[in-house]
């Protein structure tokens, strides 16, 4: 008999729960690793943010456009969009810009004073070195044509001259007080303007502020002419023949100054002057700029911007184009900033023939066609209306259906009629070259706007197109009056949520709207239904209450006010009534108008659909709708406090929503037709609400507190912020039976649940659908929950069920009944069935009904019990925080949640199932904590928790190659990824500034630092990041999106895979071109004057010049070009170089070739004419002569 010891209990115990321990460990084989993730910004879309500087390169016909930011864009062909950005002290405004004409290079200054010269031969743009003036503030540069010597002017009145290729300062300058008269006894001001004369690179004009004009020649180093206008300057233009130049001034004013010294200019003209009852010239605005192009027809045109009357009833924003006696007034939508004539030829010194106007708008960017007769716009092929009005929030979704895209188009292009107006000549800005790449997923943008319109982008290949528009304001009235705070944008669109496969879309407004779609190939005409539904309480009080032992995060609150007559107000959007006519794509089917107490305006906090269902599910900040979108009836509108039942974890009392009396205030319909809706509303809004009281024997709940914990604010009300629609387990380790389950995310952090009984397929459409409110939390975490998402056994996430699209057009014979399916996670084996629901809705039905009956509890009638799963014991609970853009997904990997966090939960591992295939999980993320949840076991698996100062602006699950990561952008600017189920962090790295997105915020003065900020101010900080996490998106492989501004979206992306191919997907900016040669001076113009005289500008103003003051400009190096060449130039750009080179050599071969046949041909000329001499003269004696 084997002796009894207690180290033989312990090794028995060891044995026990050891192996069980490893097999936990050991269940999920994670693939992903941190080597398969780098975090890059790819792409960026829309138009730049407050422009302030303007180029393009007639050759290489690329246009270039600085903003405050610092960042440049380059646009050539439709898809030839390059962006970047100045870094260190320059990352600030952008004042000039100018191309090195078919160079491949682009100099810039920002508002630093420093001058950068970029290359961009290769795809993405450099900065090659740049050179910082320290004692003076630039106020102006110009470069000659083909020349290798800047002149930079500055606000002392000097101007530098800096070498391009090197970037050294040239011991040439001119001083302001030798280019002023000697008995001028003031300073003259900042240089204003530059230009050299078209036909005599030796004389300089340069134009200072007080209106002083000087003719400089450059080789005497000595002012040749002077002129005093009698208004300050704006800007100067030369004529191609260089005997006069035009000037613009302050009081709305163009002067043409001829060549030589006299005291007034030649003529002197305001165009839009007008004469007043006293016989005088009424004031105009200034002109800010005038420039003087001619054409080979003789017409010479004189275009500028301003320059309007500055009555009030004057138009502004114009720009005026005068050729000959015509003069045309072109108004722009916004304030014109900046405008480039287009030529053909390059060279200033001849006719440069016109034929486009680029004007860079404050919003937009307009192309004027100058040879077809009105001069019309060219209809721009770039995504620059992102911002036709304010985005309110966005969705990106990839690999979404195949048949998606194409089907967007296909009704976008029938809807939208075809624009007139525009230019039938081609798009002029064509340089670059770009061809599709391959991309073997679609996908889709989806931005929600201010005038409650949603606009579809195709954003594949780099690419964003606009697909169609959706205009929600079309459903309702226009209203009258508004007396609702946010009634400046009641249409304003909040949350999205599409069922790709379905094709059913959902959109919450601002004013608690939700509004239901469906998608037809085909138009229809019928009415929409609309449903009235209040959340009432028998004390509105009762939904405000303290909470039991939980930390305090402060945001997201609902501040309580007191009724009175302005609080009830009635909702001021009323849906038209009678028929109305839909066009094809989403045809509204449904509107939700909801309440709050005292007839309040609701904000939606989170929104989720499931078409295999047919319910559609949203939350507010007061509490949850639940609709069924098959019978178009509300099924459950219950506040927050009444889904806890009797374990409500906060002192207030359960109270139930009142029983409706009137059926018009239940449901509205806009025709008498829709009567009946209300009445069924009435009669099928059925639900269970079973009370799990404690026994007062050994369940009493405890309300004390410890003494250092806090109370959530009176003042505060709970709001549901995450949903979620899944098949899940009913019981504590049952597993027989999946319950269509729809789960909760509240503001204070709990975790609850509703089990759906669904009745049978065939009386689906007559049968009520019976929802279970379970009854306290399943799980409690700190902060609002933001994002829920289900893992099966493999760690895949569970797909969502849906029912496939069907083609109503196509004929009912054709058409089959089609089951719920469900989109599978990359992973999915056979082996996991038993964990993924992939049932019909009657299957489901009968699961739920099953799942019934099997969770206890007494059922009678229309009602059944569910037991569910009761709270585990743990501590922690969530905080008053609210709506952080929940449910705003609807992704294509079917993860219906939103607004990101970490979040956390206490609790021992148990391990009460046997098998792998029959676990599942929950990802749980709010704003503080992220936990990995068993469902099965009711435990805590995993959990990792922020630190005190930082909160999650917005986190996601999201699938990859290999496997399923949680992606989670921080307040303190990081970007973290954690692997699941472990939680084990791959990647975390800086990425992006809070601050830089607090142009979304409702105070537009920045985010307040949590760390430096008392708790008042923490609450503007929590209530901004709600507005950001709607315009922040993470999506599966990899890829999210975000608004860096309020007209650009930005693209980024978590793969190392997809950073590889990313200069595949961008098109080269520099291409070869042959550059037109430059305007000889012929024998007979350089006899009597005229034709373009060179300058030697490397002996003007190189070596001899002298020295430079080092104290004037400081060089900084860039990257050394061998470097530079070898990391960013591609295979093809060096052939293109290479090409080039032959090219030049073959061009210069056949000149050879073309200068020497000439020598030969005027050779024997020669020799016969003297031959012909000699013969004449032969025989002739000398007296003969």
């Not at 490893?22 to 693939?31: F, P, S, Y």
């Not at 407004?509 to 229809?524: D, I, N, T, Y």
């Not at 008498?672 to 799990?692: F, G, P, R």
């Not at 585990?872 to 079917?894: D, E, M, P, R």
Request: aromatic share 8%; proline share 5%.
């Amino acid at each position: 008999m084997k002796k009894f010891t207690f180290k033989g209990v312990l090794d028995g115990f060891r044995q026990t729960v050891q192996p069980q321990a490893i097999r936990q460990e050991q269940e999920i084989l994670e693939q992903l690793k941190p080597e398969h993730f780098t975090l890059k910004k790819t792409f960026r879309h829309g138009f730049p943010y407050s422009p302030t500087s303007f180029a393009f390169d007639p050759v290489q016909k690329l246009l270039a456009i600085g903003d405050k930011s610092g960042y440049i864009r380059i646009l050539g062909r439709p898809c030839v969009d390059a962006h970047a950005k100045h870094e260190g002290e320059s990352e600030c405004a952008v004042l000039f810009a100018q191309f090195l004409v078919n160079e491949g290079a682009l100099v810039t200054v920002t508002a630093d004073d420093t001058i950068h010269l970029w290359s961009i031969r290769q795809k993405t743009p450099r900065i090659v070195q740049s050179l910082k003036f320290q004692r003076e503030h630039v106020t102006c540069i110009h470069l000659p044509v083909g020349s290798k010597w800047l002149y930079v002017g500055t606000e002392k009145g000097n101007i530098h001259v800096v070498h391009i290729d090197t970037f050294a300062l040239s011991g040439y300058i001119i001083n302001w007080n030798k280019a002023i008269e000697v008995v001028r006894t003031s300073h003259p001001g900042a240089v204003i303007a530059l230009c050299d004369n078209p036909l005599d690179a030796n004389k300089l004009l340069i134009a200072f502020e007080c209106g002083l004009l000087v003719l400089w020649d450059l080789k005497a180093k000595a002012a040749e002419f002077r002129w005093q206008a009698a208004e300050a300057v704006k800007s100067l233009a030369w004529h191609y023949e260089g005997k006069y130049f035009v000037s613009s001034h302050t009081d709305g004013s163009i002067c043409s100054w001829p060549t030589k010294a006299q005291p007034k200019p030649q003529s002197q003209v305001c165009p839009h002057a007008k004469i007043n009852k006293d016989g005088n010239a009424e004031k105009c605005k200034p002109i800010y700029k005038v420039d003087l192009k001619s054409s080979t027809t003789g017409e010479t045109f004189t275009i500028f911007s301003g320059g309007m009357p500055s009555e009030k009833s004057s138009k502004s924003n114009c720009i005026t184009v005068m050729v000959g006696k015509t003069t045309t007034v072109l108004e722009m939508e916004h304030a014109v900033c900046d405008f480039i004539t287009l030529c053909e030829n390059p060279w200033p010194c001849e006719t440069q023939e016109p034929y486009a106007i680029a004007v860079l708008l404050q919003y937009d960017l307009v192309l004027i066609d100058l040879l077809t007769p009105g001069f019309p716009c060219f209809e721009s092929p770039y995504p620059m209306d992102l911002h036709e009005s304010p985005v309110t929030c966005c969705t990106y979704l990839t690999d979404c259906p195949s048949d998606l895209v194409p089907a967007f188009y296909s009704v976008g292009r029938t809807t939208t009629s075809k624009k007139t107006g525009f230019s039938e000549r081609e798009w002029p800005i064509s340089g670059g070259e770009w061809s599709p790449a391959s991309c073997s997923y679609s996908e889709i943008v989806i931005t929600g706007h201010q005038d409650g319109s949603l606009k579809f982008w195709d954003s594949g290949a780099g690419t964003l197109q606009i697909l169609y528009k959706l205009k929600t304001a079309k459903i309702f009235e226009k209203p009258r009056h508004v007396s609702h705070s946010d009634s400046d944008n009641p249409l304003a669109v909040h949350l999205i949520f599409l069922c790709s496969e379905s094709r059913r879309l959902c959109v919450a407004g601002a004013m608690g709207q939700v509004m239901l779609f469906k998608f037809r190939k085909v138009e229809s005409t019928s009415e929409v239904l609309v449903l009235e539904i209040p959340i009432l309480y028998e004390n509105f009080d009762d939904i405000y209450g303290t909470s039991p032992e939980c930390d305090f995060l402060t945001g997201h609150q609902v501040q309580k006010t007191e009724s009175s007559d302005s609080d009830k107000t009635e909702c001021t959007l009323k849906v038209r009534f009678g028929a109305q006519r839909k066009p094809p794509g989403f045809q509204s089917q449904l509107v939700c108008l909801t309440t709050g107490p005292n007839r309040r305006t609701v904000q939606v906090t989170s929104l989720c659909i499931n078409s295999s269902y047919g319910l559609m599910a949203y939350g507010t900040e007061y509490g949850l709708v639940i609709i069924d979108i098959i019978q178009k009836i509300c099924l459950l509108s219950v506040a927050c406090p009444d889904l806890y039942g009797a374990h409500d974890p906060y002192s207030r009392t359960p109270k139930s929503p009142k029983r409706i009396e009137s059926k018009e205030e239940q449901s509205r319909s806009p025709s008498s037709d829709q009567a009946t809706d209300a009445e069924e509303l009435q009669y099928n809004c059925l639900y269970v609400i079973v009370w799990k009281f404690f026994d007062k024997l050994d369940g009493t709940f405890s309300r004390s507190r410890s003494s250092s914990m806090s109370s959530i604010d009176m003042s505060s009300s709970e709001s549901v912020t995450c949903l979620a629609f899944i098949e899940s387990y009913a019981k504590r380790n049952d597993i027989l039976t999946l319950v269509p389950t729809l789960w909760i995310g509240t503001s204070f952090g709990s975790i609850l649940t509703l089990f759906i009984t669904m009745p049978e397929r065939d009386v689906r459409k007559s049968q009520p659908v019976l929802v279970t409110i379970n009854g306290g939390p399943v799980v409690r975490l700190k902060g609002s929950i933001t994002s829920m998402s289900f893992l099966d056994s493999y760690g895949s996430i569970i797909p969502y069920t849906f029912e496939p699209w069907r083609d109503e057009n196509r004929d009912k014979k054709d058409r089959t009944p089609t089951k719920s399916s469900s989109r599978t996670s990359p992973t999915f084996t056979p082996t996991t069935a038993n964990t993924i629901s992939n049932t019909s809705v009657a299957g489901g039905a009968g699961s739920a009904a099953a799942a019934g009956s099997t969770a206890g509890g007494g059922a009678g009638g229309a009602a059944s019990a569910a037991s569910g799963a009761g709270a585990t014991g743990s501590s922690g609970s969530g905080s008053a925080t609210g709506g952080a853009g929940a449910g705003v997904g609807g992704s294509a990997g079917g993860i219906s949640s939103s607004s990101a966090s970490s979040s956390g939960i206490s609790g021992s591992v148990s391990t009460g199932l046997e098998t792998l295939t029959d676990r599942q999980y929950i990802v749980i993320a709010s704003e503080k904590q992220t936990k990995v949840f068993d469902v099965a076991n009711q435990c805590c698996i995993n959990r990792i928790q922020l630190s005190e100062m930082d909160f999650a602006v917005k986190a996601e699950t999201i699938t990859m190659k290999d496997g399923s990561c949680l992606a989670t952008y921080l307040s303190n600017g990081h970007l973290m990824v954690h692997s699941l189920p472990s939680l084990k962090l791959l990647l975390d790295t800086d990425f992006l500034p809070l601050m830089d997105l607090s142009f979304q915020t409702k105070c537009k003065q920045g985010i307040v630092d949590p760390m430096l900020s008392i708790w008042g101010q923490q609450i503007i900080v929590h209530e901004d990041t709600t507005q950001i996490s709607k315009i922040f998106c993470f999506s599966h492989k990899g890829h999210g999106l975000y608004m860096a501004s309020p007209t650009e979206i930005q693209k980024f992306t978590i793969s190392s895979e997809f950073c590889q191919f990313i200069l595949e997907m961008m098109g080269d900016l520099y291409t070869v071109h042959e550059m037109p040669e430059q305007p000889k001076e012929g024998f007979f113009k350089g006899l009597f004057g005229g034709g373009a005289k060179l300058l030697d500008r490397e002996e003007l103003f190189g070596e001899q010049s002298g020295k430079a003051n080092r104290s004037v400009a400081r060089h900084i190096p860039g990257p050394n070009l061998e470097q530079l060449g070898q990391r960013a130039s591609t295979a093809a750009s060096e052939i293109s170089r290479a090409h080039q080179l032959a090219m030049e050599r073959g061009e210069k071969l056949n000149l050879l070739e073309e200068r020497a046949e000439r020598m030969a041909n005027t050779a024997q000329d020669f020799s016969g004419t003297a031959h012909q001499l000699m013969l004449k003269y032969k025989d002739k004696k000398w007296y003969q002569l």
